[in-house]
């Protein structure tokens, strides 16, 4: 099975901060990586997909790079509805998360 | 539009089976390349995925979990079925469907979940 390792598990930070978030896979996965947004009692949000793509309506603060095992999540400058744990995610066939990323207020 | 809902118990006990119901609308899962996905959050704890079922039937399970699982659909009602054996407290969790649509793979729409605990 693919595992997916993500650090840090919390990140302190302020708006207007640059935040990345770093992903890795056990072992070659492409661009099959897609990025969620968390909030306490709701659903996942899909951020990115295969590894670079933003999904329509996200702001464009996000952006997601990386192929191979290497994978990053950058929020440009935090704002304040970005306080959540995020979520990277390995899908193709089968699917692996992360452990998550909370990130909190500083 | 796009929704997703999950349905079954909120309590089971142990060694009880459960059965979750994701009713869903504004696609059909016998669009090539769709397909439907369930996936659990312990409290506190991070997304696992469970099982797949795509547009043709084919079925995929976690490793871990598929001697306990089974997924079914049954397109004309626009609902997929998931099956759950022998459960246990650890089960406690709330699980979502969600889709991957057919162009631009992703898991693009969650249902809201459905709290499950496995308590005596």
């Known amino acids: 099975d693919i595992q997916m390792t993500q650090s840090p598990s919390t990140l302190s930070a302020s708006v207007g901060d640059r935040v990345t978030i770093a992903c890795r896979a056990s072992?070659?996965?492409?661009?099959?990586v897609a990025w969620f947004q968390q909030k306490p009692g709701k659903a996942p949000k899909l951020l990115i997909y295969k590894a670079s793509n933003l999904e329509v309506g996200v702001p464009s603060r996000f952006s997601g790079s990386g192929s191979g095992t290497e994978f990053t999540l950058t929020i440009s400058s935090l704002q304040p509805d970005d306080f959540a744990t995020y979520y990277c995610?390995?899908?193709?066939?089968?699917?692996?998360f992360g452990q998550g990323t909370k990130v909190e207020i500083k | 539009q796009v929704t997703l809902r999950e349905s079954g118990p909120a309590l089971v006990k142990p060694t009880q089976t459960l059965t979750l119901t994701c009713t869903f609308s504004g696609f059909s899962l016998s669009t090539r390349g769709m397909s439907v996905n369930w996936i659990r959050q312990p409290p506190g704890k991070a997304l696992e995925w469970l099982a797949r079922?795509?547009?043709?039937?084919?079925?995929y399970y976690s490793t871990s979990l598929k001697t306990r699982l089974t997924i079914s659909k049954d397109t004309s009602k626009n609902q997929v079925v998931l099956t759950m054996t022998n459960m246990d407290p650890v089960d406690t969790a709330t699980y979502y469907c969600t889709r991957i649509r057919a162009r631009e793979p992703a898991f693009d729409i969650w249902g809201q979940g459905t709290v499950v605990t496995v308590s005596s």
């Open positions: 072992q070659s996965i492409s661009t099959w």
């Open positions: 995610q390995h899908y193709n066939t089968y699917s692996t």
């Open positions: 079922i795509d547009w043709d039937d084919e079925k």
